[in-house]
């Protein structure tokens, strides 16, 4: 008798930070992601590899994506606002020109291949800028509420209504979803080719995503820190899976 088929999961690349880290004796610049982010992929049948940002950026992409069969954009520090014309707030980070660099560069190869897109929180906001679109760079400032960053560490409970008809929707239901924030930035002008498939009730857009062509999908909140409801990334995986058979 032949031994079953192997279950082969499939290879989610998930997007990382490259800071300066100390363990131990060493302090270093690092490439890291929270385990969250892993966890979530792997308890839904996903396989995860990090994605630190690296030299050559369109052609490491190009090398690196063949590999894969998902994308994660994950949440970090602000987007450049150079990228979208603009001149920093005084509150924006500090560009990190490297990694915005090697995202644009992993997005639009994923893109290219028809290859499954999540993005999450900053990963939302460099889907919208590269897509034309641009950024509130303190909405404190803009909207006149901190309702989205508390600070130290605590993720802010906040209230997202899914707009029915749209992919996120069909994964997680339309109407109003308690999600988890940690941002002080957020998408002003939407970019093209982008529908906004959740607002707050400020206006707020916070889901993007394409109706037609290939699977992406983008949240403001950070549902990788919430272990009991994995459905996005589950979808992304689903997605994924479909993307591994089909190449």
Do not use: K
Not at 22 to 40: E, K, S
Not at 61 to 74: Q, R
Not at 222 to 240: Q, S
Request: with cysteine.
């Amino acid at each position: 008798m032949s031994a079953p088929a192997r279950d082969i999961r499939p290879v989610i690349g998930l997007t990382t930070y490259l800071e300066r880290a100390q363990q131990g004796v060493w302090d270093v610049r690092a490439a890291f992601l929270p385990q969250v982010y892993l966890d979530a992929t792997t308890a839904v049948g996903g396989a995860g590899v990090l994605l630190p940002p690296q030299p050559d950026p369109d052609a490491a992409a190009d090398a690196v994506l063949d590999g894969l069969d998902g994308l994660v954009l994950t949440g970090g520090l602000d987007v450049d606002p150079a990228l979208y014309g603009a001149a920093p707030h005084p509150e924006t980070d500090e560009p990190r020109t490297d990694r915005d660099a090697w995202e644009l560069a992993l997005l639009a190869g994923a893109r290219r291949r028809g290859m499954p897109v999540f993005g999450i929180c900053r990963g939302l906001q460099l889907a919208n800028v590269a897509a034309g679109g641009t950024l509130h760079q303190h909405l404190p400032e803009a909207l006149g509420t901190r309702r989205y960053q508390l600070g130290g560490g605590v993720f802010a409970t906040n209230t997202a209504t899914v707009e029915d008809g749209t992919r996120l929707a069909d994964i997680v239901g339309a109407g109003d979803l308690s999600v988890r924030s940690y941002h002080h930035q957020g998408i002003d002008r939407v970019g093209d080719g982008l529908v906004v498939s959740a607002r707050s009730d400020d206006g707020l857009p916070q889901a993007i995503e394409t109706i037609e062509g290939p699977w992406f999908v983008a949240v403001q909140w950070h549902p990788e820190e919430d272990a009991a409801d994995r459905r996005l990334f589950a979808a992304l995986v689903a997605a994924a899976r479909r993307f591994r058979a089909a190449r």
